[in-house]
């Protein structure tokens, strides 16, 4: 068995305090001596407006807080699994990216998010991604010390489509680092997690952003690890918290016990095969 963490914060358009959260997360995984860290969606910063999300875009080679978290790994010893913005091509847009730093400080996947969130709800939250450049593949599970892990982020978890690819590649957990707003998030964010693991028999780590952001914008926190057989294994609180972590154990024996207890065989026969 091996411990995973979630972290969880409140990032705003103030980069470097948010490196700062981020590296305080990587001190508290470490003490619970966790393998690897999960971070949100966005953890680089959360900006007010569409424009300034593309002003503090930096390409992530260019980035002092891809830098700080790689060096963070690399002296922490370990892999950190974190969202962040680049600048894409042209400069007018912005990718939604996660990255995966081995515990050398690395970058060895980059993968970017490829169902944009562009809703409207009435008395509700109005957000659009018009600013994003949407990514065009789902890439490979690969190989850590938690298991095989699949990426996608936030929005892409109303899509199982994408963790039935990963499951079907041998996945073993399915990342979904995010930004829900508070009404979905209330209404979706624990039922949507538990399914995908469910479903896919993996386990599921959903490192959430937290409270307000600006005078605009509030996540809805709740962090997360469910277990394959959809337990909650660690879950974090929602608003007026600071940046804390939660912990779990990944069990491989006990994914593979799931999955032979009780296997989803798909009748691709009938439907088409993801
Ligand atoms: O804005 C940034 O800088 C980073 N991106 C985000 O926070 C994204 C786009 S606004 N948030 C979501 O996809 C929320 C999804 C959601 O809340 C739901 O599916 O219900």
Same mark, same amino acid.
């Given at each position: ?48 407006s ?47 990216t ?5 515990? !050398?400080? #690395?970058? +060895?996947? *980059?993968?970017?998010? &490829? ?7 009435? @008395?509700?939250?109005? %957000? !659009?991604? #018009?600013? +994003?450049? *949407?990514?065009?593949? &789902?890439?490979p ?5 938690? @298991?095989?892990?699949? %990426?996608?982020?936030?929005?892409d978890? *109303?899509?199982?489509? &994408?963790s039935?690819?990963?499951?079907r ?17 209330q ?29 605009k ?16 294994l660690?879950e ?30 798909r ?7 993801i």
């Amino acid at each position: 068995m091996v411990i995973a963490a979630v972290g969880q914060l409140c990032s705003t358009a103030n980069v470097s305090h948010n490196l700062q959260q981020c590296q305080l997360l990587v001190k508290k995984a470490v003490a619970a001596g966790a393998k690897a860290l999960f971070l949100p969606e966005a953890s680089d910063y959360i900006a007010s407006s569409p424009a300034e999300t593309v002003a503090l875009a930096r390409s992530v080679k260019d980035s002092e807080f891809v830098k700080g978290l790689q060096h963070e790994a690399q002296s922490a010893k370990l892999p950190i699994n974190v969202g962040i913005h680049e600048c894409a091509e042209g400069g007018e847009k912005v990718r939604n990216t996660l990255i995966w730093i081995d515990e !050398k400080g #690395s970058i +060895v996947q *980059r993968y970017q998010k &490829i169902h944009l969130f562009d809703v409207d709800i009435k @008395g509700g939250p109005v %957000l !659009k991604e #018009s600013r +994003v450049e *949407r990514g065009n593949s &789902i890439l490979p599970p690969f190989e850590t010390a938690v @298991g095989r892990v699949g %990426l996608s982020i936030c929005f892409d978890l *109303r899509f199982p489509e &994408i963790s039935l690819a990963l499951k079907r590649q041998n996945c073993q957990l399915v990342t979904y680092p995010s930004a829900f707003t508070v009404p979905t998030g209330q209404a979706h964010w624990e039922v949507l997690l538990r399914a995908r693991a469910i479903e896919t028999q993996a386990y599921v780590v959903a490192a959430a952003q937290v409270g307000a952001h600006n005078e605009k914008r509030m996540s809805y926190g709740h962090s997360m690890i469910v277990s394959p057989w959809g337990e909650i294994l660690a879950e974090l609180g929602g608003a007026g918290r600071e940046a804390e972590i939660a912990t779990a154990n990944i069990d491989v024996d006990m994914l593979d016990k799931v999955r032979r207890e009780m296997p989803l065989l798909r009748r691709t026969d009938i439907y088409p095969e993801i």
